[in-house]
């Protein structure tokens, strides 16, 4: 099977360090789309299909309703929510240029801010002024610190929906003790919002790429107490 950049990086060369796994991500940004549409990874299509069934059933109109994605990466979140008809303001906010500089080409997205985030470098956004936060392929060991999760809750409005994908790995090495760490801390902010929908793709199992891959990806929709 031909060598996947995408592959590489998410399942071989990721290391603990967030600045280490930025250079690897400015040098895969140019190929990235191309690669990751290769896969039969879903949690862009998904996170997108679930939250605008998720704002429908409860009578809202995409349209006034304002999106941060969170290491939006080369934009696939935004692009998944435009493919449903998602019609309002989107932003973004990611550590890696590269990876912003191919999101801007694609018209989604209103302001692109880039920035590693982390608790000492919070995001640049005052509190209160999302009505939904996204996370794909973010939430991760030596992406996102898991410590954030907080952050992300603080600047929805209350009633907004955080959602984000976690992926379950057939190996999960280092990767377990984040996966716990995430799932520990949503339970701690669990008195800050609730749960309110989970849906779970599995990956497709007789794939060789897989092999020590991700099992299956999981959008947890979490609502913002009011
Ligand atoms: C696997 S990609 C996911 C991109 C996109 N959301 C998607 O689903 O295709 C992970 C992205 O997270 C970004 N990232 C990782 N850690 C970050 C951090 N602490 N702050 C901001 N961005 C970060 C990387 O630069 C990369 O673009």
Avoid at 36 to 56: G, I
Avoid at 77 to 93: F, H, N, Q, S, T
Avoid at 140 to 157: A, R
Avoid at 166 to 188: A, F, H, I, L, R
Wanted: proline share 3%.
């Amino acid at each position: 099977m031909a060598k996947n950049p995408v592959i590489d990086i998410l399942f071989e060369s990721l290391t603990e360090s967030t600045q280490e796994n930025q250079i690897l991500y400015r040098k895969i940004a140019r190929n990235y789309d191309k690669s990751y549409k290769s896969l039969s990874l879903l949690a862009p299509t998904t996170l997108a299909n679930t939250v605008s069934e998720y704002f429908s059933a409860s009578g809202r109109n995409s349209k006034d309703l304002y999106t941060l994605d969170v290491c939006s990466g080369t934009g696939l979140c935004g692009e998944a929510l435009r493919k449903v008809e998602w019609l309002g303001v989107i932003d973004g906010v990611d550590g890696c240029k590269e990876m912003l500089e191919v999101a801007q080409t694609k018209g989604i997205y209103r302001t692109l801010y880039h920035q590693l985030i982390s608790a000492e470098s919070p995001l640049p956004i005052q509190n209160s002024s999302y009505d939904l936060v996204t996370c794909t392929g973010g939430l991760s060991f030596g992406h996102l610190p898991y410590q954030c999760l907080e952050m992300l809750l603080d600047i929805l409005v209350p009633g907004g929906l955080l959602a984000i994908n976690v992926s379950s790995y057939k190996n999960p090495g280092s990767d377990v003790k984040y996966q716990e760490s995430v799932e520990k801390t949503m339970k701690q902010l669990l008195g800050k919002c609730t749960l309110v929908k989970e849906v779970r793709v599995d990956v497709v199992k007789d794939d060789t790429r897989y092999s020590h891959g991700i099992e299956y990806e999981q959008i947890l929709c979490y609502q913002k107490d009011a």
